[in-house]
T-cell receptor
Framework: GAGVSQTPSNKVTEKGKYVELRCDPISGHTALYWYRQSLGQGPEFLIYFQGTGAADDSGLPNDRFFAVRPEGSVSTLKIQRTERGDSAVYLC?????????????FGPGTRLTVL | AQSVTQPDIHITVSEGASLELRCNYSYGATPYLFWYVQSPGQGLQLLLKYFSGDTLVQGIKGFEAEFKRSQSSFNLRKPSVHWSDAAEYFCAVAPDYKLSFGAGTTVTVRA
């Protein structure tokens, strides 16, 4: 079956611009996660959705970052007024439920470069 | 706060040789433990996980890991490495739904 997909695979933007990153989770997975992976680091948690609601957004670095999942499936991560420090690979994952013992399946990521 | 330490940034191993990747965690209780592999251009793939029970866990691609509570460690091993095992490996812990990753170990396999 189809795995988690993310679009675009690469995004280059200029400082100050607005970007949207999209995630299509595995069908039927109620839990969706966003992580950010900076160069040479492991992924860092950003936000967790259970269904349509953001159950935990404690990892979002500041109010320039926002994510939605309006119908409980596709999610969009939105970054306003991008900064060079936002350059990273943004990973999306989904799992059947939000229980810790459910495997999280990761997408290939979106590489964001802010010039 | 929990943390995960992978002491080795980069390991080079000959094809056919054994491999061991180290992982130490800091957490008040025993969290769920995971090893993921990331190949260039690919998403993270789960190799194995430990929740409870037998402390020696078998995973995919011939990997295994051993949980040692006394050392707060969850080291990954493979008896005989193949060239396709060249990748970056991440240890992760999860007290709940939130995965916390180490910085990763890059494995290079030489012929």
């Amino acid at each position: 079956g189809a795995g988690v997909s993310q679009t675009p695979s690469n995004k280059v933007t200029e400082k100050g611009k607005y970007v949207e990153l999209r995630c299509d989770p595995i069908s039927g997975h109620t839990a969706l996660y966003w992580y950010r992976q900076s160069l040479g680091q492991g992924p860092e948690f950003l936000i967790y959705f259970q269904g349509t609601g953001a159950a935990d957004d404690s990892g979002l670095p500041n109010d320039r970052f926002f994510a939605v999942r309006p119908e409980g499936s596709v999610s969009t991560l939105k970054i306003q007024r991008t900064e060079r420090g936002d350059s990273a690979v943004y990973l999306c994952a989904s799992s059947l439920t939000g229980l810790a013992n459910n495997e999280q399946f990761f997408g290939p990521g979106t590489r964001l470069t802010v010039l | 706060a929990q943390s995960v330490t992978q002491p080795d940034i980069h390991i080079t191993v000959s094809e056919g040789a054994s491999l061991e990747l180290r992982c130490n965690y800091s957490y008040g209780a025993t969290p769920y433990l995971f090893w993921y592999v990331q190949s260039p251009g690919q998403g993270l793939q789960l190799l194995l996980k430990y929740f409870s029970g037998d402390t020696l866990v078998q995973g995919i691609k011939g990997f295994e890991a051993e949980f040692k509570r006394s050392q707060s460690s969850f080291n990954l091993r493979k008896p005989s490495v193949h060239w396709s095992d060249a990748a970056e490996y991440f240890c992760a812990v999860a007290p709940d739904y939130k995965l916390s990753f180490g910085a990763g170990t890059t494995v290079t396999v030489r012929a």
